[in-house]
Structure formats: structure tokens, C-alpha cells
């Protein structure tokens, strides 16, 4: 991994990259690659044994053109004010490409979450909460999870929002237990959405999934639902990977096993295979698909020259560096961008707060149907753009798509005082 690559100055990269292919004004464009306003804050809590331990927090509202900010809250050791602003962007323009009204945001706690106790993580979480209160509510802004936090995480979020607020408002944040108001589908929805860019990048360019070998990077959430759903549509996961290194097996993996021996163990090595391998053996192998699903900057220019896999579909936010997209580029091996790819969780945070403002919600097989339109419908309009604008590569193309469209609801709101 290329610790040196600043993800926010990849972000502005991939704008101005799609800039030339428009008509955009420097004073816009400036707009469009720095965030509306970033809160950072410091969080005092009680540990277990009476001390305080203090911790460094973000929230980047990057755009809100298109509607409230949307994006998910992190809980890593490597969060940074950069960082966030990186992934709030992101947001902007995956919530474009997928044509959902939200604009972009992201937050982030500096912290290890393996070296606390529930109890702690509560009070890191309702204390983050409170300094969020007044930034965020259903027509503002619209945590979701992300990076090491899920239901737990948002249940909390919510009960202090409605607490401090005195309110009923379950659509303040996404990606919460069923119970409390969370959408059937939304836990696979990352990983679905990678499935479906898949499979409509294989039709796109005349490949079989069926019998297409497949390696997987970081098998969290995202990326071991997406092997999970690759192998039940016919494809061979031969190789998964996560801290700990990469399970390999070229005669194809049992993605379900696998995952149950890394919630009893937590580490997908401990499971039972003919060989293990690095991480980096894991990108550079001979398959058919490559699915990057743990952080940023995983494959940059000097291992994208060892890149063998046909199609990349990114899971991960920004799992590649520019660099790495320009080798690509050259070498023609077809990237399906992180900001289509991995959409399916926050469309699918997008139904949970629609139902949530309605009271009326729906079941799994509806849920899993809208998303689908969604995606292809995307994957369309960004190949369209692709081959109509005659773009270099398919992230171009979804910059383009998706700047367009925020442009589209800035002009139309017009300047302001
Ligand atoms: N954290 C997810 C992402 O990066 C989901 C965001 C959301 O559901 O708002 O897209």
C-alpha cells in the first residue's frame, strides 16, 4: 500500500481529469474539489477504569447542490482531516452517478476500535453524536455506516440525535437494525452493487462471469458479500484476502465457509487452504476479475505494472491511485470505479430513509429489485458517456456523468448573495 499518497489530492485529480472533457470555469472548478465545510473536533470520554482517553473527530459536508450531505462515519486509525474530505467527495459524485438526491459528506473518529470495550465505543460514539447534533437531521446532513462501524454504531447515533432533540426521526441516519427502522437488504447492498458492476461490465465487454476466476481484497462487509454473490453467479473466488494475508485455492474457495471461520477466528487465513499468500501476491495474480474491498490505495503505478487481472471493479473508496489508473489505462485492463461499484450501499441508504419518512417499509426482494435498476441504469449512462464523449477510462466517464449533473442543480440554483 502507498501510505504516501494523499487520497484527498487523488480526489482532485480524478476532477480535474474529467474537467477537460467539460466546460467548467476555474472558480467552479475550485468548488467542485474542496468541501463546503469540514467540522473537526476533539471527544473526551470515560474509559471503564475512570480515565479519559481523547479523540480526534471529523465531519466533511462537501457538497450539498443535489440535497442533504450523505456518507458514511469511519472508525480506523488512519482517519485524517484529509481523508475525510477525500471520501466526502466521493460521495458527491457516487450519489450523481447513481442519480440520487444527496449531496456528499463523510466523518471519521481517529481510533482502533479493537482496543475498546462496547461500553467505551458507546460513549466515543454518543459523545461524537452530540458534537454532530446541530450539523446533522434528515433534510441536512445523513450519517451511515462505514469502515468499522454498522448497526450498533447508528442505533446509538440515532437515540442521541432523538434524545438530545426530543424527536421521533429515524431517517437522521442510515444503516441502522431493522428494529429501529433499517432497511431489509442494506447490510449486502455494498456487495451486491459490486456483483451487479460486475456482471454488467462482463456483459459490456463480452466476457463470461460464469467460470471467471475472481480475487478478492479485504473481506469485511463489502468485499465478502460481493465473493459471496460473484461465486452464486457462477464465477470461481479463488483467492480472498485481509490483514492477515490472502486464503488461495485455484480450484475455487467456499466464500460462505471462509467467512464463518473469520467471525470465529478473524482472519480469513485461519481457514483451511492449499496455500496463503500476501496481500500484494493477491493483486498481481492471473485472474479474470480483481475486487479491491479494504482502503484506500491499495494498488498504486509501481504494482498496477503487475496487475494481471482483466476488469477491476473497486469496492473500496479509492483503492487506486492515479498513478495506478494511468498504468491501467495504458495497459487497457477495464476499471469499474468505486463511485458506481460500491453505490449499492448508499442507494440502498437512500430507500431506508425514504421508508423511513413515509412509516411504510418495504421487503428484500423489492429492495434488492430497486437497487438493480438503479446499477444498470448507472452502468448505462456512464458507458454511454464513455463511448458518446470518447473518454480515456470508465472513472472518467463517471466523473464526467456525475459533475454534469451537479453542475446541472448548482446552475439551476443559481449564485447566492
Ligand atoms: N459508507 C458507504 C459509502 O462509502 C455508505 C454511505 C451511506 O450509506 O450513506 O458509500
Redesign the pocket.
Known sequence: MSEEVNPFESLQEQVDDAAVHLDVDPGTLERLKNPERVLETTLSVEMDDGSTDVFRAYRSQFNGARGPY???I?YHPQVSRDEVKA?SG??VY?CAVVDIP?GGG?GGIVIDPDDYSESELERVTRSFATELRPFIGEDKD??????NTGRREMNWIKDTYETLENTTEPGVI??KAPDSGGSAGRVEA?GRSVMLSAREAFDYLGKQTDGATVAVQGYGNAGSVAAKLLEDLGASVVAVSDSSGAAYDPDGLDTRAIKERKSETGDVTDYDTPETLTNEELLTLDVDLLVPAALENAIDGDLAEDVQADVIVEAA?GPLTPDADDVLTDRNVRVLPDILA??G??T???FEWVQNRQRFYWDEERVNEELETVIVDAFDDLTETFENRDLPNFRTAAYVLAIERVLTASEQGGTWP
Not at 445523513?142 to 469502515?147: E, F, L, M, S
Open positions: 450523505k456518507g458514511g469511519r471520501l466521493w460521495m457516487k444527496y463523510k445523513i450519517p451511515a455506516p462505514d469502515v442510515t444503516g455494498t473508496n460500491n453505490a450501499g448508499v440502498v441508504s437512500y
